[in-house]
């Protein structure tokens, strides 16, 4: 079922230049969604003819383009026929869901550049050099893993107060934050939880008698 979340007109609108309609088959088309949508479910050239001022020949034209380009359909519901605009309407919303995607990927990718400029220029002042590349890299990793850039320029900070500049340090600094964050918000740590699970199996496993004592009496 088509998802009437968007106004089809206005997807129609606004990309009906990039469908190469001309002005008047965009007209065309908008008399037959209003002649849809007040009830008359199958339209025909004759009908349209009463709602506009184009004469009933070029309004046939202009219909049998529209089907042969498959932005209309004639269709049997049940015993009715009825005229469907779906094909065009799908292909307007697939067409913005993907304009939409890739506006969010963009906008995202610009976040995040800004995000890794922030990181770079806070980090160069604080270690009073530039980056190396490897160190770049390693900061492209955190932001990747979720942690935000102001996170990760105090874990710089905490570091450099503990008299050390590696970002191995900090590395170490973001994970005990994370880890900190992790029992505060769900009342355990994953890393702990599995270490905790992982000792106990070993006691386990140190505990079980291997030999069997009936084995070590013979």
């Not at 874990?155 to 050390?164: C, I, P, R, S, V």
């Amino acid at each position: 079922m088509i998802t009437e979340a968007l106004d089809f007109r206005y997807l129609l609108i606004e990309n009906y230049k990039k469908l190469k309609m001309s002005e008047k088959e965009l007209a065309t088309i908008l008399v037959m969604d209003h002649l849809i949508n007040t009830g008359n479910k199958f339209v025909t050239v004759d009908l349209l003819s009463l709602k506009m001022s184009l004469d009933a020949k070029e309004i046939d034209e202009i219909f049998a383009k529209m089907l042969t380009k498959g932005y209309i359909v004639i269709k049997t519901v049940g015993k009715k026929t009825v005229t469907s605009l779906d094909p065009l309407k799908e292909r307007l919303y697939h067409d913005f869901q993907i304009t939409l995607s890739k506006e969010t990927d963009e906008a995202t990718r610009t976040e995040t550049e800004n995000c890794l400029s922030n990181i770079y220029e806070q980090y160069e002042t604080l270690l009073n050099r530039p980056l190396s590349p490897v160190e770049t890299s390693k900061i492209r990793e955190w932001i990747s893993y979720g942690y935000e850039d102001k996170m990760i320029i105090d874990a710089l900070k905490e570091a450099l107060n503990h008299g050390k500049k590696s970002l191995r340090s900090v590395d170490n600094i973001l994970l005990t934050w994370s880890t900190r964050d992790d029992r505060e918000n769900e009342g355990h740590s994953p890393i702990s939880e599995d270490w905790d699970k992982d000792l106990q199996e070993t006691i386990r496993i140190a505990k079980t008698p291997w030999i069997n004592k009936d084995d070590e009496d013979n």
